[in-house]
């Protein structure tokens, strides 16, 4: 079972910038893909940012140009990294990863506010 817990959510400044933690429980060399999603209370859960095996990202229209996917392979974490935060970033964040199935943590809040 690989296990998934998010990290580094909290209240920021709109304009402000967030980097957001995931460590998984296994290897994630192995991994067919990986991402993020959110979710806002109302609202459906909206992909963020995803990366393959071989390292190629793409994000939603909303989040390009100023969101960030990464990886270090040696810790098993997987990272976000959002500039120019906007109160309607404010959501649930959570990371997944794709193996035989896909697995999700728990999420950590974000808020965006002055």
């Known amino acids: 079972q690989v296990q998934l817990v998010e990290s580094g959510g909290g209240l920021v400044q709109p304009g402000g910038s967030l980097r957001l933690t995931c460590a998984v429980s296994?290897?994630?060399?192995?991994?067919?893909?990986m991402g993020w999603s959110r979710q806002a209370p109302g609202k459906q859960r909206e992909w963020v940012a995803r990366m393959t095996a071989s390292n190629i990202t793409t994000y939603p229209t909303s989040m390009k140009g100023r969101t960030t996917i990464s990886r270090d392979n040696s810790k098993n974490l997987i990272y976000l990294e959002i500039n120019n935060l906007r109160p309607e970033d404010s959501a649930v964040y959570f990371c997944y990863v794709q193996l035989t199935g896909t697995y999700w943590g728990q999420g950590t809040q974000v808020t965006v506010s002055s």
């Open positions: 296994g290897s994630i060399s192995r991994v067919s893909a």
